[in-house]
């Protein structure tokens, strides 16, 4: 058919005139230019303006409110108003109050010169359409799906706008089903859904010639939805003139039939509605023409002489039915073979509308209207444009798409799954099955159990591995390898194919369900129990089976990837046939999730989190996007309620919402969240979590209490806010969820989680009734109450009503959301109040989000962890381990260790400062205050850092339940160096008259040896040049000397601790075996203390019962409880640490050795001895224990008895001290023979003099500076108390040593002691070049320059007062007193009268000092430390300090050590892995076979222990179930051990490498219940160590 031949040519002038304002509109609504293409994710995005309501807007503001309304699915979004400005306004007035007496309102001419009270409004087709024409293609799609869904028409055939080029855009149209309900010729009404695109229905084409009166569309609504405007019209709000974007474009809708007699046609038809002047746009008519099935075409009148007459002969020659509407003819309907003729002219549009309709059916059931229109085929046309053909991405996604498809060309679709994606159906299943297994261990062998279970789980996943992976997922990953716009159209095409290969099939199923279902419930009620009924049941049951195995999407594929992943990921290798690395696999689902799609979170199927998968992805995530902040946003509600549906149209999101593939599981969902409002909200996205329906029904039926309880509980953990989505408003419908859902909320409450949740009532008939509302809130409060009664008493809870729960607020927590359809479906537009309903609930739920932090993608990972591992543990509450806060404490805990180390460190220094002024007698009390004084500053330094800390530390939320005790935990450190100080400098004080008697009689000594070798030098003046004789005469001088110091002094022997000790044992032990000492065990490491106790005389038991355990005792000894042995052990260790305080508060190295310090700490002992036997024990100790505890403890401090000892006799012993300053005496004899003058040989007096302070001085210093940087660079002590066991760990792995590692496991704080003590040597060794000398070399150089100023300062200070020397020496000595000990004493005896040149003295000092410091230097070495520095000042000893003041309780179980690093902790004491109990001695009752149980798993388990066990098995003693462990006992009680499967494979490596050791040390056997399980012997030593990098 051809137009052309009456075509006018539009005038050219007009033409441009109008590409003009086209060009003017496109600025005006989008600014950036239409090559800026408008992307969905920008739009997707929460923006402020997307937060609010705009009834209007300013012109640049209506794209933004258009696509915001459009996307809610609110109709309304085409009522357009635009805001007045005021300047605007304002003008008007003006002109219109202009000489008000002269106008006449009744004269026209007055009215002429006003100006429109009504500005020119941009037309609201024009803002859908240049939208439109400036979306990229996704917002293209999403937009006509949307319009789509508001029941609105589709743009079919459009120009371009600039070239009038013809676009065809099939792309949109791709994601859009129709379904409709028909009656068949048996009259049962039949449900059909299928993509409009692939739909063939009948179609009606409208159109027009010329200009008329009557609205064309409007005409056409009434013949589709009477009430709803599908096309817009010229009577439609907002319309105008001006619409420039609209003329030339085709429009699509379809009518859908209800299935119901009051339809307006009974099948589905297309309507085509071409709007502007049809004699314009010709090749727009010509398509409609062709493919139409009936033309309807709109005219003043049928007149041959018309212009347009030409134009019906040829649409007449088409042979198709022709409807010619009149608009100047007001005759009712008429007929001539195929033409029909209907006047419009002052007739009621309702009976035009029933004769039009009327009038096409008739058409429909000629064979002139046999043609059937198929949207596709309007692409073969070839003179228009088609977005899939003409671009090549498009071409590309599509064809991949198909090709991927057609690989699945003739498989059934119930048997897609199984053939082509094994990894995630039975094996899979299996697994998850065998893990929940694992989780829930039963029996007694706990870890043989496991063992088997985890090989079973190994098995399954070398299966999964070793399983063929199908073409069809090959070709997927090839096409996610591709460019991001190649991979998102082939997603996008793929994920509708796959919908249009499933529907169909879907909906045959559904059907057939849904019959067989009425079936049952039919036989049922009639409680028929016959054959036929389980019959009926195993039918349904087998449709159920096939639905599950129908439904195919996208999500399966990723679910297989993640499969594939899991098994690599186990095996640790690649599987044969993957083209890519696995480890690639989870950047194609975070690239999904980054481009907006869900992620499967939990797979509904298998009912579990395929968390390696999981994690993996999050890993991902936070590599590509950064450790960003999200908001988690959870969503509950009974199955088919709208809960995606609403999440869809909130946020734009794909959550799938069809009744044959509703969601199940739970997927997430990012939504980015725009620059602007990031710092409003604190968060960069919003990760949305769409869960299944609650109350679903299982494959056989059943509803699935505990599944929705785990399903409830994981989301609601989950989700900082949660969404309860509830249809409808009877309470007893709520019921069943209510109680899941406040059991949830109860879980959250008592593992001091605190989401907070929101009540969306849907489908309220009358939102706007305020007193039903509040009715509706109040039955609900109540309902809420009764149901937290019910689940407090599940969850052994004392909460009476919800606000007991959760902070809840009725009046603002519960919204009630309209119908979501405004009429009936399938025809019914959304209803526009819900619309509003979900624009308020988004701005609420933003309200509150903006009140939260979030949490980071790498936190939400580990929530993710412990939610589902303490759900696999079945007891949520007693499971559940809070990753998030340990991990938050552990930084607090290692910031705690910087702020204790800040004090500590400080108070090195001022304690150095004030023991020299003591030393120097310049101060001679000390008090508390006084040193808080010189604290404050790094008091105050450290409480600003604290402060900082816990305002602005990521985790702030979660450590402010901790800031209060920890700034208790800091003043108490606080508090305890003030006072540990305080008495040490008390001490010292104390010590002076016995200090000052040795150092008076060294001064003497050394001063007496001064003025003899001055005598001497006069004598020998006249030999200065012969140094041989001098040498000689010095040396026979220096001899006689020391010899007789020796007579009159007594010289200070060396020391044998261990003697005296035995001595002691001997006098007070006659009878015992003390002579054996040295091979006395220690008593550390016994297996057992049974041996060191008897039965007290006098325990409650008599006559023959006790001479019974007499005569029992005798012949077997007597068997001590664990909770009897772990109360001795904790006595010695008490006793060993108190010991070791007492050892350090004698200050040997200054005081000397003294054997009362024996006795001081053998009565001690006794006295803690006493005091344990006289409490609630039936039992006393031998003497063997007082003997073997005291020789232990003294072999343990024996060295440092020794090396103490050694240092106060070097400094102290008359004979050895001056033997060491024989060099310098005999340089100061050279200078007196050589006739030096006072002044020069007093100068090279006091350098020798400085060398011994400056000597102590520097090292002091330099061993504080040392070991502040060793603890912030050595890696085994730059972090916490954790961090410290790994590296000791790792090491005793290293050495391979049985007897170091029973060392640590018995004496755990002596080992982290020696390794202290082990790491700082290493370190002074390995860096002795590179850091330590280095630092001693800057500390001589500071101390040099004080020396010198303060000569300096001590010359001139003489010179202006015209004094003596003894001020120059006084005032240099003050000067260094903070700094040295060194004072005017140390010169008593020394004559200087004669010494007047105080320039030729301080020059000598500056002089000589170079030397004696170079001196001290060279000396220097990596032993000096340990031989020129008392215990208390080594670096070692520092550092040991610092990090031994932490909790050293171990595990009644397995002797782990409790991590927290603060000693007398408030809280339970835990430790993040356990050990294998048989490592502490632990045994299977009534045999000899060590336990190979696991804390963790063990209280997770039904099993038992007994606290008292023994190797009589004919003791009968309670038994404690493992879930109830601290009932046990005080030192049961007190330790938090969560039920899971953390357990190190070092412990493993551990049992099985020391097998023989472990069984000859405790004297039983890894046998029978206890046997070590073969996966524990694969376990490398290399495999041992790694995990403790993994794990710690």
């Avoid at 120009?159 to 099939?170: A, G, S, Y």
């Avoid at 609403?646 to 734009?652: D, I, P, T, V």
């Avoid at 679903?696 to 806010?721: I, K, M, Q, W, Y």
């Amino acid at each position: 058919m051809d137009f052309r031949g009456t075509r006018t040519q539009p005038d050219q002038h007009l033409r441009l005139e109008k590409t003009i304002k086209i060009k003017q509109l496109f600025d005006k609504l989008h600014p950036r230019g239409r090559n800026h293409k408008l992307r969905a994710a920008d739009i997707l995005q929460i923006t402020a303006h997307s937060l609010q309501c705009h009834e209007s807007c300013a012109e640049h503001e209506l794209v933004k409110n258009y696509l915001q309304k459009l996307l809610m699915m609110n109709y309304r979004a085409r009522n357009i108003q635009t805001k007045e400005t005021d300047e605007q306004h304002h003008t008007q007035q003006r002109d219109n109050d202009l000489s008000e007496d002269e106008e006449d309102i009744f004269d026209e001419r007055c009215w002429s010169g006003c100006p429109n009270t009504s500005l020119d409004s941009v037309h609201p087709m024009d803002v859908q359409m240049a939208v439109f024409h400036s979306a990229d293609s996704f917002l293209k799609q999403m937009m006509i799906t949307k319009l789509s869904q508001c029941q609105f028409a589709l743009p079919l055939l459009i120009p371009d706008p600039f070239t009038q080029q013809i676009q065809f855009p099939l792309w949109t149209f791709r994601q859009i089903n129709k379904s409709w309900k028909i009656r068949n010729t048996d009259n049962k009404i039949i449900s059909k859904v299928q993509p409009v695109y692939k739909a063939e229905t009948p179609m009606v084409s409208f159109f027009r010639f010329g200009s008329l009166s009557s609205s064309k569309s409007q005409l056409m609504n009434s013949l589709i939805n009477e009430k709803h405007h599908t096309f817009f019209h010229r009577n439609c709000p907002g319309s105008s003139k001006t619409r420039l974007l609209l003329d030339g474009v085709v429009e699509i809708t379809w009518f859908c039939p209800s299935g119901k007699d009051t339809d307006a046609f009974t099948d589905c038809v297309a309507f085509c509605n071409l709007h502007g002047d049809a004699g314009d746009n010709e090749k727009q008519l010509k398509i409609l023409t062709e493919m139409s099935s009936v033309n309807v075409v709109l005219l003043s009148h049928l007149d041959k002489n018309d212009k347009n007459a030409f134009k019906i002969r040829e649409l007449y020659k088409v042979k198709k039915p022709l409807i010619c509407l009149l608009t100047e003819d007001g005759s009712a309907a008429k007929q001539m073979k195929e033409i029909y003729k209907i006047g419009l002219k002052n007739r009621n549009q309702s009976d035009v509308s029933v004769e039009l309709r009327r009038a096409i059916k008739d058409c429909f059931s000629s064979s002139a209207s046999a043609s059937m229109f198929r949207l596709e085929d309007v692409s073969n046309y070839s003179d228009i444009g088609v977005d899939e053909e003409d671009d090549e991405h498009y071409r590309r996604g599509r064809e991949a798409a198909q090709q991927m498809m057609s690989l699945l060309e003739n498989k059934p679709l119930t048997e897609i799954k199984e053939s082509l994606l094994p990894c995630q159906g039975k094996l899979w299943h299996r697994w998850c099955q065998k893990n929940k297994e694992l989780h829930r261990p039963q029996g007694e062998e706990l870890e043989q159990e496991i063992s088997v279970k985890q090989t079973d789980m190994k098995n399954i996943r070398e299966q999964q591995h070793e399983s063929h992976i199908s073409e069809f997922i090959k070709f997927f990953i090839k096409q996610m390898n591709s460019n991001e716009a190649f991979r998102m159209l082939f997603l996008k095409f793929l994920g509708i194919l796959m919908d249009e290969l499933t529907s169909v099939d879907l909906s045959a199923l559904h059907h057939k369900y849904d019959e067989k279902w009425s079936t049952v419930l039919e036989q049922k009620e009639n409680k028929d129990k016959s054959e036929q009924l389980k019959a009926e049941q195993t039918e349904l049951d087998r449709i159920s089976e096939e639905l599950q195995a129908a439904t195919f999407g996208l999500e399966h594929i990723m679910r297989e990837i993640g499969q594939i992943y899991e098994s690599c990921s186990s095996v640790k290798k690649n599987k044969k046939d993957l083209q890519f690395p696995f480890s690639s696999l989870p950047t194609l689902a975070a690239e999904m999730m980054i481009a907006g799609y869900p992620l499967e979170l939990m797979d509904g199927d298998a009912a579990h989190v395929p968390l390696i998968w999981i994690i993996a992805v999050l890993d991902e995530l936070v590599q590509k996007l950064g450790d960003q902040r999200v908001f988690v946003l959870s969503v509950l509600g009974i199955q088919s309620s709208g809960k995606s549906t609403m999440l869809n149209a909130m946020f734009g999101l794909e959550f799938a919402v069809s009744a044959g593939r509703c969601t199940r599981g739970a997927f997430m969902q990012l939504i980015k969240v725009s620059e602007e409002m990031k710092q409003q909200m604190k968060f960069d996205h919003i990760l949305v979590v769409d869960t299944e329906g609650l109350r679903a029904l299982e494959l056989n039926g059943r509803s699935t209490r505990h599944h929705d309880n785990e399903l409830a509980t994981f989301v609601v953990g989950l989700g900082h806010l949660t969404l309860i989505n509830i249809f409808g408003e009877n309470p007893s419908d709520m019921q069943d969820i209510l109680q899941i859902v406040v059991q949830a909320f109860l879980r959250m409450k008592k593992v001091k989680l605190n989401p907070s949740c929101m009540f969306v009532h849907q489908n309220v008939t009358d939102v706007t009734a305020g007193e039903k509302n509040m009715e509706g809130r109040r039955r609900l409060l109540e309902t809420l109450d009764e149901m937290t009664k019910l689940a407090a008493q599940e969850e052994d809870s004392d909460a009476q009503c919800f606000s007991d729960v959760i902070n809840f607020d009725v009046r603002h927590d519960v919204k009630y959301f309209a119908q979501l359809w405004e009429g009936s479906p399938p025809m019914a537009p959304p209803n526009p109040n819900y619309c509003e309903n979900l624009q308020e609930l988004k701005e609420t739920i933003i309200s509150q989000a903006t009140k939260s932090g979030g949490m980071m993608l790498n936190q939400l990972k580990d929530r993710i962890q412990d939610l589902w591992e303490a759900l696999l543990n079945e007891q949520f509450v007693f499971s559940f381990r809070n990753s998030l806060e340990i991990s938050a404490y552990r930084r607090l805990e290692t910031e705690y260790s910087k702020w204790s180390w800040t004090l500590r460190s400080a108070m090195l220094e001022i304690e150095n400062k004030l023991q020299n002024q003591i030393e120097n007698e310049l101060i001679h009390e000390i008090s508390e205050g006084d040193l808080k004084r010189e604290l404050k500053l790094k008091r105050e330094e450290v409480k600003k850092s604290m402060s900082e800390f816990f305002d602005k530390e990521i985790d702030k939320d979660i450590l402010i339940q901790w800031k209060e005790s920890f700034e208790i935990k800091v003043k108490e450190v606080h508090g305890n160096i003030v006072r540990k100080t305080n008495t040490q400098l008390n001490e010292i004080l104390q010590q002076k008259d016995l200090k000052r008697k040795i150092d008076a009689q060294k001064t003497h000594h050394e001063n007496t040896l001064l003025e003899k070798s001055k005598e001497l030098a006069l004598k020998h003046k006249d030999k200065t040049n012969d140094e041989c004789t001098l040498k000689r005469e010095f040396d026979l001088f220096w001899e006689e000397r020391v010899k007789k110091i020796k007579k009159e002094t007594h010289p200070i022997k060396d020391i044998d601790l261990l003697r005296d000790v035995k001595k002691l044992l001997r006098d007070s032990y006659e009878n015992c075996h003390v002579d054996k000492l040295k091979g006395t065990c220690d008593i550390f490491l016994v297996p057992t203390y049974s041996d060191y106790v008897q039965l007290k005389k006098s325990c409650g038991i008599t006559g023959p019962v006790k001479n019974a355990i007499k005569a029992a005792q005798q012949k077997f000894g007597l068997t001590l409880s664990e909770e009897d042995e772990m109360k001795i052990g904790n006595l010695i260790t008490g006793i060993a640490q108190q010991t070791d305080k007492m050892v350090r508060s004698f200050d040997i190295a200054k005081t000397g050795y003294n054997i009362n310090y024996i006795y001081q700490i053998t009565d001690y002992i006794k006295t803690r001895i006493t005091e344990y036997e006289e409490g609630p024990v039936q039992y006393v100790f031998k003497n063997e224990f007082f003997i073997d505890l005291v020789w232990s403890l003294f072999k343990t401090e024996n060295k440092t008895f020794a090396d103490q000892h050694r240092m106060f006799r070097e400094a102290n012993d008359p004979v050895l001290y001056l033997e060491k300053k024989r060099e310098e005496y005999y340089s100061i004899f050279q200078k007196f023979c050589q006739g030096a003058t006072s002044a020069a040989i007093f100068g090279e007096i006091i350098c020798q003099k400085l060398k011994e302070p400056i000597q102590q001085s520097v090292y002091k210093q330099t061993a504080i500076d040392l070991a502040d940087e060793i603890r912030s660079n050595c890696p085994s002590l730059n972090g916490n108390r954790s961090n410290l066991e790994k590296h000791i760990l790792k090491r005793l792995a290293e050495q391979e040593k049985f007897y170091n590692y029973l060392k640590y496991i018995k004496k755990p704080r002596n080992r982290f002691k020696s390794f202290i003590r082990n790491e700082v040597d290493q370190y002074i060794r390995n860096d002795f070049f590179i850091s330590v000398q280095p630092k001693m070399k800057l500390n001589i150089e500071l101390l040099q320059k004080k020396i010198m100023m303060a000569a300096h300062g001590s010359t001139e200070h003489v010179q202006e007062n015209n004094d003596d020397v003894d001020l120059w020496l006084r005032f240099f000595t003050e000067k260094l007193s903070d700094v040295l000990i060194f004072s005017v004493k140390d010169f008593s005896g020394v004559k200087r009268d004669d010494v007047d040149d105080f320039k030729l003295l301080e020059d000598v000092i500056v002089k000589d000092l170079p030397s004696v410091m170079s001196d001290i230097n060279r000396e220097f070495n990596t032993h000096s430390f340990n031989v020129k520095l008392a215990l208390s000042n080594r670096p070692d000893e520092i550092l040991i300090d610092h990090f031994c003041q932490c909790c050293w309780v171990q595990c009644p179980f397995c002797a782990a050590i409790c991590t927290n690093t603060i000693e007398n902790h408030d809280g339970d004491h835990s430790v993040p892995f356990h050990r294998i109990n048989g490592i502490n001695g632990w045994f299977y009752r009534g045999t000899r076979n060590l336990c190979i149980n696991i804390c963790t798993s063990s209280v997770a388990s039904d099993g038992s222990f007994i606290a008292n066990d023994s190797d009589d098995s004919d003791v009968s003693d309670e038994e404690v179930p493992w879930r109830e462990y601290r009932t046990a006992g005080p030192s049961f009680a007190n330790w938090s051990i969560t039920p899971d499967l953390s357990e190190l494979p070092y412990w493993k490596w551990f049992v099985f490498r020391f097998q023989k050791n472990l069984e000859k040390h405790y004297k039983k056997t890894f046998k029978g219940s206890g046997r070590i399980p073969n996966e524990w012997k694969q376990i490398t030593k290399q495999e041992a160590i790694e995990s403790l990098d993994k794990n710690f």
